[in-house]
């Protein structure tokens, strides 16, 4: 059963506009969310996280929002750019002594100039 | 920079051979993880082990097997390759202190079962 869902398999943007990335979840005791983005032939990269306790996290342009109640997250980049395009996987982990992630299937972003 | 580094880039093997993929970190790090990675599947969690000689099956185990002699290094084995095995697989590795288990993975290994 998959606890962590991408819904969306690719999404495409202007440059400049907004870009809006979704993830679900199933199981309510995961701690911590993390955005990872990968580009081809290359490993993921960590993005930005947000724990349980939170609703907003902000890094620069890219700001995640958390909605426990509706188990939801979303990843929202402002200003989108060329280079963003990648796939973006979203991940959930327990924390504390369970050191896993679990990985939605992923989101292709598209930013067209 | 915390750098993990896997043994190849590319790899082409043929059916029923035995295949090793190695990867290397450099930071200490306790935790260390394979995935595969397929188009529409996203990342699969195959193995991972907490500490040297342990090891822990992940989502996906079958056909694989893991060894981990070293901290700082953790390999993949293929005993006997199957052509539905070749993927792109991704080594990682975490440190057992961080509150929400940051990973950082190498660029991935791509191999190809004939």
């Known amino acids: 059963d998959q606890q962590v869902k991408q819904n969306s398999p690719s999404l495409s943007v202007q440059e400049g506009r907004i870009s809006i990335l979704n993830c679900d979840y199933t199981?309510?005791?995961?701690?911590?969310f993390l955005w990872y983005k990968k580009y081809p032939a290359e490993g993921p990269t960590f993005l930005i996280s947000?724990?349980?306790?939170?609703d907003k996290n902000e890094d620069g342009r890219f700001t995640v929002f958390l909605n426990k109640s509706a188990k939801h997250l979303s990843l929202h980049i402002v200003p989108s750019q060329p280079g963003d395009s990648a796939v973006y996987f979203c991940a959930a982990t327990f924390g504390g002594s369970n050191y896993k992630l679990t990985f939605g299937k992923g989101t292709l972003l598209t930013v067209n100039p | 920079d915390v750098k993990v580094t896997q043994s190849s880039r590319y790899l082409v093997k043929r059916t029923g051979e035995k295949v090793f993929l190695e990867c290397v970190q450099d930071m200490d790090h306790e935790n260390m993880f394979w995935y595969r990675q397929d188009p529409g599947l996203g990342l699969r969690l195959i193995y991972f082990?907490?500490?040297?000689?342990?090891?822990e099956k992940g989502d996906i185990p079958e056909g694989y097997s893991v060894s981990r002699e070293k901290k700082e290094r953790f390999s993949l084995i293929l005993e006997s390759a199957s052509t539905n095995q070749t993927s792109m697989y991704l080594c990682?590795?975490?440190?057992?202190?961080?509150?929400?288990?940051?990973?950082?993975f190498g660029p991935g290994t791509r191999l190809t079962v004939l």
């Open positions: 199981n309510s005791m995961f701690d911590y």
């Open positions: 947000i724990s349980s306790i939170k």
């Open positions: 990682a590795s975490s440190f057992r202190g961080m509150t929400y288990n940051e990973q950082f």
């Open positions: 082990s907490y500490d040297v000689k342990m090891k």
